[in-house]
């Protein structure tokens, strides 16, 4: 993908955070995360290397939003695990979920 949401960081003279809410393929799961990488990060998920979403493998992008700073990424990233962000990522993305994985 050549899109600027997808630039490396060779590619950009400023780093993007990006929170994801990835699906899982194989269940009715959800999991919530941030990167400065979300190509790599997506791969270590599918890969089985993060021990939180390693036994509902394989997973594809559902959402996510890019900001500038990791402070608001991380902000993000709590407030949409916590029951009313989730409640709110639901309706603005219209997911269909019953379920977010919970690793912190």
């Known amino acids: 993908m050549d899109t600027p949401f997808f630039r490396t960081r060779e590619q950009s003279q400023e780093t993007m955070y990006y929170v994801y809410i990835l699906k899982s393929t194989t269940e009715d799961w959800y999991y919530v995360g941030y990167s400065a990488d979300l190509r790599q990060r997506i791969k270590e998920h599918n890969a089985g290397k993060v021990g939180s979403t390693k036994s ?3 997973y594809t992008i559902a959402s996510f939003i890019a900001v500038q700073e990791r402070e608001t990424a991380v902000d993000l990233e ?3 695990k916590s029951g ?8 603005q993305t219209n997911l269909r979920c019953r379920h977010l994985i919970q690793d912190a």
């Open 56 to 58: 509902r493998r394989p």
């Open 78 to 80: 709590r407030y949409l």
């Open 84 to 91: 009313s962000g989730f409640a709110w990522m639901k309706k």
